[in-house]
T-cell receptor
Framework: SQKIEQNSEALNIQEGKTATLTCNYT??????LQWYRQDPGRGPVFLLL?????KEKRKERLKVTFDTTLKQSLFHITASQPADSATYLC????????????FGKGTSLLVTP | GAVVSQHPSRVICKSGTSVKIECRSL??????MFWYRQFPKQSLMLMAT?????????EQGVEKDKFLINHASLTLSTLTVTSAHPEDSSFYIC??????????????FGPGTRLLVL
């Protein structure tokens, strides 16, 4: 079955550093991969989408890479700020379910001043 | 743009009662709406996919007679949890994809509804 794994342990980093989050998947050949941000008690917010034929995508301080050989995506936040503290979810398209998404459990990021 | 609302934001009900949750796309027409459920410290799990004017498609293990979905228009979908039990207590989140003006792969999520069944 399709499996998505994200670092289960929280990531604590200092303000100004780069945060790197990992998403690995198995039994999958996704057409695209997405990253969402979720704050406690709130719905996810879309951040970035990267397609299978793209290696890297950037948006302001965010950068996503997609390695279909390693079956891995890395999500980077440069010059991190305390306001970046949240849970970050990796999501891939579900097989045979239209545009429905299969989500990882997410990685909690805490940026301290 | 691409705002999705949910109502209510939280609800507490007695076991055996039914609860209706509304999901609206406020500033766009939604091709498709999705309903997810999230238990504490778990990932979002897809419950069903809903297209306007047609029957919802439910994921394996989700009882369609218990979780009734009505998709009356391109901006409104409702989820009714019938005869709710304590194990139905969870965070219910809807999402929508845009009919036009955006990539259909991107989902716009509502703020979620916290359901507590006593």
């Amino acid at each position: 079955s399709q499996k998505i794994e994200q670092n289960s342990e929280a990531l604590n980093i200092q303000e100004g550093k780069t945060a790197t989050l990992t998403c690995n998947y198995t039994n999958y050949s996704p057409a695209y991969l997405q990253w969402y941000r979720q704050d406690p008690g709130r719905g996810p917010v879309f951040l970035l989408l990267i397609r299978e034929n793209e290696k890297e995508k950037r948006k302001e301080r965010l950068k996503v890479t997609f390695d279909t050989t390693l079956k891995q995506s890395l999500f980077h936040i440069t010059a991190s700020q305390p306001a970046d503290s949240a849970t970050y979810l990796c999501a891939l398209d579900m097989l045979n379910s239209g545009y429905a998404l299969n989500f990882g459990k997410g990685t909690s990021l805490l940026v301290t001043p | 743009g691409a705002v999705v609302s949910q109502h209510p934001s939280r609800v507490i009900c007695k076991s055996g009662t039914s609860v209706k949750i509304e999901c609206r796309s406020l500033d766009f027409q939604a091709t498709t709406m999705f309903w997810y459920r999230q238990f504490p410290k778990q990932s979002l799990m897809l419950m069903a996919t809903s297209n306007e004017g047609s029957k919802a498609t439910y994921e394996q293990g989700v009882e369609k007679d218990k979780f009734l979905i009505n998709h009356a228009s391109l901006t409104l979908s409702t989820l009714t949890v019938t005869s709710a039990h304590p194990e139905d207590s969870s965070f219910y989140i809807c999402s929508a994809t845009q009919l036009a003006g955006g990539t259909q792969e991107t989902q716009y999520f509502g703020p979620g509804t916290r359901l507590l069944v006593l």
